[in-house]
C-alpha cells in the first residue's frame, strides 16, 4: 500500500525534524538558550546538562544569576556586546555546578530573534578539559537518558522545530551529522559555508570523502583511521587537534573537532561532529611560538654575554686607564679622540705587552657603541680547527661535542665591538670568511644554512709585521687593508722611558692594597735604574717587577731586581737601546763605563758593598769595583 502525497509530506517532515533535534540534543558541545529579559535558561542540551550537573527540569527552574553568580555584570556586559554585535565570544565566565563547583568556560554566544523574541544562545567549553572522554557505558547511559528524556517532552519540540533550526543555523561552529555508513543526514549552515559546499549537496554524501580525505601534506588519509566514523563503530567520543579539513576548491585549513555518537536502544545510530575553523589560532600560536624562540635566543646570548662579560671583569687588566705624558702617548690620545667616534676599523701594532688591549678599550669607551659589549677573542689562544666556531658559533651536533647550540663571540658583539687580538695568528683558510662578515656583515653558524646577519666594529692588534706576512703568503692581502683603515702603532715601554716613574707608582698602588703591603715611592736612584733597562716583557714586565718589590720588600726597605728577569735581560745595561749605537773608540768606551760606574753609585746612594750596594748593581765583586774606582779616578762623594 503506497503513501499518500500528504502522508508522505508528513513523514518527510518528520524525519527531517527528528535529524535537527537529535543533532542538537546530541552536540557534544554544552548549548544554552537564555531570555535576557526573564533572566532564565529555556532550552538546553544533554551536553549542557552534563556540564554543569543539573537535569533539564532543573536547569529550566534556574535563573542567569543562579548560574553565573557573582559574575553577573559581566555577563551583562557581555549580553548587551552580544545583542548589539549579534554574536559574541569571551574565555572570562564561569558557571556554578550543581555540586557547588565554579567551572571556567569558553563561551560563544549569538543572537537569536524568534516569534518576536531575542533570544540568548551560548556554547558553553570547559577551559580545563574542553572534551568529555566518556567511556563507552558512561556513553550510553547517558545517551539513554537523554533519548528518554526527549520522547516524553516530543509534542514540545514539535511545536518548536522552526526555532530548533534557527538555534543550530545561529551556531558559528560547524556541524553535521552522519548516519552509521558515513553519509550526512544534517549540515548547518557555518559548516557548509566553512567547507565551500551547499547544505543540500553535502546530505547524503560520503563525508570523509568530501573533506578530511589526505593529510596536511597531501598523504591519503585512511577512512578506517578517520576519527570522524571511528564514533560511529565503537561508540566512543572522538576528537581530532592536529588536522585538517578540505574545502571544495581544494584548499585547507587547520581544525580541532570532536565526533559524538549517537545511540538509540542500544544501538550506535549515527554522529554530530562538531568542527572550528583554528587559522587565526594556528597563527597566533605560530607567532607566538616564534617571539618565544626569539626571545629564548635572545635569554641565551644575554646569558652568554653576561658569562662572558663576568669572565672579563675576573681578568685583571694591566691598567684600567692610560697612563703616561710622553710623546708617544699624547700621540695615541688623540688619535683615539679622531678615530673613536667612527666606525673605521683599527690596526694596533706593536710589541707583546704593550697594552694593545688597552688602547682598543678606550677606542670603544669613547665610541657610540660604548653601551654595547666590547668581546676579546685572543686568536692565538684558539685551536685551528675551533676558529670557525669560535668567531660564528655552531648548533647542535654540527660536529662530535657539539651538545648544544652556541653563540659566536661575532654575535655576542652585534651592536658593539670586537677584539681580534694576535690577528696574525688566524689560519688562512679561515681569513676569508672573516673577510666576508668585515664585507657583507653576514655570517653563518657551523651546521646552519641561516645567514645571520651582524653590525660589528672591528678592532684588530698584533706583534708581528702583517705587511711581511702578506709578502710571505701568510695573511690575505685585502684582508690587511680592510682592517688596516687606522693604523695605531703601541710605543714599547723603552720608546717612553719618561714614563717609567707614573707607571710603577701606578702598580705600587693598584698592587699594593691586594698584597697588603704599603710600598713608599722609589727613589731617584731606583727609577734612574729603571729607565737604564731595555724592559724586553714592556709594561708587563714592569708591573711583575712592581710585584716583586712589594712581596720581597721588609719593612721601609724595598729592592728593585732587574736581575731575575728572562736571559738577557739582567746585564742589559751594556745593551740597552739608550746608549750610543756604532763603533766607539776607546775613550768613548772608557767615559761609558766610568759613566756607568757612577750610575750604579747614585742608585746606591754612595753604598759600594752589601744588599743594593754598587758592586751588586754592576754585577761585579767588591774587591773588582774597587780597583775599577781607582782605574777610572772617580771620588766617591762625603
Same mark, same amino acid.
Given at each position: 500500500?503506497?503513501?499518500?502525497?500528504?502522508?508522505?509530506?508528513?513523514?518527510?517532515?518528520?524525519?527531517?525534524?527528528?535529524?535537527?533535534?537529535?543533532?542538537?540534543?546530541?552536540?557534544?558541545?554544552?548549548?544554552?538558550?537564555?531570555?535576557?529579559?526573564?533572566?532564565?535558561?529555556?532550552?538546553?542540551?544533554?551536553?549542557?546538562?552534563?556540564? !554543569?550537573?543539573?537535569?533539564?527540569?532543573?536547569?529550566?527552574?534556574?535563573?542567569?544569576?543562579?548560574?553565573?553568580?557573582?559574575?553577573?555584570?559581566?555577563?551583562?556586559?557581555?549580553?548587551?556586546?552580544? =545583542?548589539?554585535?549579534?554574536?559574541?565570544?569571551?574565555?572570562?565566565?564561569?558557571?556554578?555546578?550543581?555540586?557547588?563547583?565554579?567551572?571556567?568556560?569558553?563561551?560563544?554566544?549569538?543572537?537569536? %530573534?524568534?516569534?518576536?523574541?531575542?533570544?540568548?544562545?551560548?556554547?558553553?567549553?570547559?577551559?580545563?578539559?574542553?572534551?568529555?572522554?566518556?567511556?563507552?557505558?558512561?556513553?550510553?547511559?547517558?545517551?539513554?537518558?537523554?533519548?528518554?528524556?526527549?520522547?516524553?517532552?516530543?509534542?514540545?519540540?514539535?511545536?518548536?522545530?522552526?526555532?530548533?533550526?534557527?538555534?543550530?543555523?545561529?551556531?558559528?561552529?560547524?556541524?553535521?551529522?552522519?548516519?552509521?555508513?558515513?553519509?550526512?543526514?544534517?549540515?548547518? #549552515?557555518?559548516?557548509?559555508? =566553512?567547507?565551500?559546499?551547499?547544505?543540500?549537496?553535502?546530505?547524503? %554524501?560520503?563525508?570523509?570523502?568530501?573533506?578530511?580525505?589526505?593529510?596536511?601534506?597531501?598523504?591519503?588519509?585512511? +577512512?578506517?583511521?578517520? #576519527?570522524?566514523?571511528?564514533?560511529?563503530?565503537?561508540? =566512543?567520543?572522538?576528537?581530532?587537534?592536529?588536522?585538517?579539513?578540505?574545502?571544495?576548491?581544494?584548499?585547507?585549513?587547520?581544525?580541532?573537532?570532536?565526533?559524538?555518537?549517537?545511540?538509540?536502544?542500544?544501538?550506535?545510530?549515527?554522529?554530530?561532529?562538531?568542527?572550528?575553523?583554528?587559522?587565526?589560532?594556528?597563527?597566533?600560536?605560530?607567532?607566538?611560538?616564534?617571539?618565544?624562540?626569539?626571545?629564548?635566543?635572545?635569554?641565551?646570548?644575554?646569558?652568554?654575554?653576561?658569562?662572558? !662579560?663576568?669572565?672579563?671583569?675576573?681578568?685583571?687588566?694591566?691598567?684600567?686607564?692610560?697612563?703616561?705624558?710622553?710623546?708617544? &702617548?699624547?700621540?695615541?690620545?688623540?688619535?683615539?679622540?679622531?678615530?673613536?667616534?667612527?666606525?673605521?676599523? +683599527?690596526?694596533?701594532?706593536?710589541?707583546?705587552?704593550?697594552?694593545?688591549?688597552?688602547?682598543?678599550?678606550?677606542?670603544?669607551? $669613547?665610541?657610540?657603541?660604548?653601551?654595547?659589549? !666590547?668581546? @676579546?677573542?685572543?686568536?692565538?689562544?684558539?685551536?685551528?680547527?675551533?676558529?670557525?666556531?669560535?668567531?660564528?658559533?655552531?648548533?647542535?651536533?654540527?660536529?662530535?661535542?657539539?651538545?648544544?647550540?652556541?653563540?659566536?663571540?661575532?654575535?655576542?658583539?652585534?651592536?658593539?665591538?670586537?677584539?681580534?687580538?694576535?690577528?696574525?695568528?688566524?689560519?688562512?683558510?679561515?681569513?676569508?670568511?672573516?673577510?666576508?662578515?668585515?664585507?657583507?656583515?653576514?655570517?653563518?653558524?657551523?651546521?646552519?644554512?641561516?645567514?645571520?646577519?651582524?653590525? +660589528?666594529?672591528?678592532?684588530?692588534?698584533?706583534?708581528?709585521?702583517?705587511?711581511?706576512?702578506?709578502?710571505?703568503?701568510?695573511?690575505?692581502?685585502?684582508?690587511?687593508?680592510?682592517?688596516?683603515?687606522? #693604523?695605531?702603532?703601541?710605543? $714599547?715601554?723603552?720608546?717612553?722611558? =719618561?714614563?717609567? #716613574?707614573?707607571?710603577?707608582?701606578?702598580?705600587?698602588?693598584?698592587?699594593?692594597? @691586594?698584597?697588603?703591603?704599603?710600598?713608599?715611592?722609589?727613589?731617584?736612584?731606583?727609577?734612574?735604574?729603571?729607565?737604564?733597562?731595555?724592559?724586553?716583557?714592556?709594561?708587563?714586565?714592569?708591573?711583575?717587577?712592581?710585584? @716583586?718589590?712589594?712581596?720581597?720588600?721588609?719593612?721601609?726597605?724595598?729592592?728593585?731586581?732587574?736581575?731575575?728577569?728572562?736571559?738577557?735581560?739582567?746585564?742589559?745595561?751594556?745593551?740597552?737601546?739608550?746608549?750610543?749605537?756604532? &763603533?766607539?773608540?776607546?775613550?768613548?768606551?772608557?767615559?761609558?763605563?766610568?759613566?756607568? +760606574?757612577?750610575?750604579?753609585?747614585?742608585?746606591?746612594?754612595?753604598?759600594?758593598?752589601?744588599?743594593?750596594?754598587?758592586?751588586?748593581?754592576?754585577?761585579? %765583586?767588591?774587591?773588582?769595583?774597587?780597583?775599577?774606582? %781607582?782605574?777610572?779616578?772617580?771620588?766617591?762623594?762625603?
Amino acid at each position: 500500500m503506497h503513501e499518500t502525497e500528504p502522508d508522505y509530506l508528513a513523514n518527510w517532515a518528520n524525519m527531517a525534524y527528528s535529524t535537527r533535534h537529535m543533532v542538537f540534543e546530541h552536540c557534544s558541545e554544552a548549548i544554552l538558550q537564555l531570555d535576557p529579559t526573564s533572566n532564565r535558561v529555556v532550552d538546553m542540551n544533554i551536553a549542557a546538562c552534563t556540564l !554543569l550537573g543539573y537535569s533539564r527540569h532543573e536547569l529550566l527552574e534556574l535563573t542567569a544569576t543562579r548560574l553565573f553568580g557573582h559574575q553577573l555584570p559581566a555577563l551583562i556586559v557581555f549580553t548587551q556586546a552580544v =545583542m548589539e554585535e549579534g554574536k559574541g565570544w569571551s574565555d572570562e565566565l564561569t558557571c556554578a555546578r550543581k555540586d557547588g563547583e565554579r567551572v571556567a568556560v569558553e563561551t560563544s554566544a549569538a543572537a537569536l %530573534k524568534l516569534k518576536s523574541v531575542v533570544y540568548l544562545i551560548l556554547v558553553l567549553r570547559e577551559r580545563s578539559a574542553q572534551r568529555y572522554h566518556l567511556d563507552q557505558a558512561q556513553t550510553e547511559r547517558t545517551m539513554r537518558g537523554g533519548l528518554l528524556e526527549w520522547r516524553n517532552i516530543l509534542n514540545l519540540f514539535k511545536e518548536t522545530e522552526r526555532d530548533n533550526q534557527l538555534l543550530l543555523s545561529a551556531v558559528g561552529d560547524g556541524i553535521y551529522s552522519i548516519d552509521s555508513d558515513g553519509l550526512a543526514t544534517y549540515v548547518n #549552515p557555518a559548516g557548509a559555508r =566553512m567547507l565551500g559546499w551547499e547544505q543540500e549537496d553535502m546530505i547524503g %554524501k560520503n563525508i570523509h570523502q568530501m573533506h578530511h580525505h589526505s593529510h596536511a601534506d597531501g598523504s591519503h588519509y585512511p +577512512v578506517e583511521q578517520c #576519527p570522524i566514523y571511528k564514533a560511529v563503530r565503537d561508540g =566512543m567520543v572522538h576528537e581530532g587537534r592536529q588536522e585538517v579539513f578540505w574545502r571544495r576548491d581544494g584548499t585547507m585549513f587547520p581544525v580541532e573537532f570532536t565526533s559524538t555518537p549517537v545511540i538509540s536502544d542500544g544501538r550506535i545510530v549515527g554522529s554530530v561532529v562538531v568542527f572550528r575553523d583554528i587559522t587565526e589560532r594556528r597563527s597566533t600560536e605560530i607567532q607566538l611560538q616564534n617571539a618565544l624562540g626569539e626571545l629564548q635566543e635572545l635569554k641565551q646570548r644575554l646569558e652568554q654575554q653576561n658569562a662572558y !662579560l663576568q669572565e672579563e671583569i675576573s681578568i685583571e687588566h694591566n691598567y684600567r686607564e692610560i697612563v703616561g705624558q710622553s710623546e708617544p &702617548i699624547l700621540k695615541i690620545i688623540q688619535q683615539i679622540d679622531v678615530v673613536g667616534p667612527t666606525d673605521a676599523s +683599527v690596526l694596533i701594532h706593536g710589541e707583546s705587552g704593550t697594552g694593545k688591549e688597552l688602547i682598543a678599550r678606550a677606542i670603544h669607551q $669613547a665610541s657610540r657603541r660604548a653601551e654595547h659589549p !666590547l668581546i @676579546r677573542v685572543n686568536c692565538a689562544a684558539i685551536p685551528a680547527e675551533l676558529f670557525e666556531s669560535e668567531f660564528f658559533g655552531h648548533v647542535r651536533g654540527a660536529f662530535t661535542g657539539a651538545l648544544r647550540d652556541r653563540v659566536g663571540r661575532f654575535e655576542l658583539a652585534d651592536g658593539g665591538t670586537l677584539f681580534l687580538d694576535e690577528i696574525g695568528e688566524i689560519p688562512l683558510d679561515l681569513q676569508s670568511k672573516l673577510l666576508r662578515v668585515l664585507q657583507e656583515g653576514q655570517f653563518e653558524r657551523v651546521g646552519e644554512e641561516r645567514t645571520r646577519k651582524v653590525d +660589528v666594529r672591528i678592532i684588530a692588534a698584533t706583534n708581528r709585521d702583517l705587511r711581511q706576512e702578506v709578502r710571505a703568503k701568510r695573511f690575505r692581502e685585502d684582508l690587511y687593508f680592510r682592517l688596516n683603515v687606522f #693604523p695605531i702603532h703601541s710605543p $714599547a715601554l723603552r720608546e717612553r722611558l =719618561m714614563d717609567i #716613574p707614573l707607571l710603577a707608582d701606578h702598580f705600587n698602588c693598584q698592587i699594593g692594597p @691586594r698584597l697588603n703591603k704599603a710600598g713608599r715611592p722609589l727613589s731617584k736612584g731606583d727609577i734612574e735604574r729603571m729607565q737604564r733597562y731595555s724592559w724586553p716583557g714592556n709594561i708587563r714586565e714592569l708591573q711583575n717587577v712592581v710585584e @716583586r718589590m712589594l712581596i720581597t720588600s721588609q719593612g721601609v726597605e724595598q729592592f728593585i731586581d732587574l736581575q731575575e728577569m728572562p736571559e738577557g735581560a739582567a746585564n742589559s745595561v751594556s745593551d740597552s737601546p739608550v746608549f750610543p749605537s756604532g &763603533i766607539l773608540t776607546d775613550a768613548q768606551l772608557r767615559r761609558l763605563e766610568a759613566d756607568n +760606574v757612577r750610575a750604579a753609585l747614585r742608585a746606591s746612594n754612595g753604598r759600594l758593598f752589601g744588599k743594593g750596594g754598587a758592586a751588586e748593581l754592576l754585577g761585579l %765583586k767588591p774587591t773588582t769595583l774597587a780597583s775599577r774606582l %781607582k782605574r777610572l779616578n772617580i771620588v766617591q762623594d762625603g
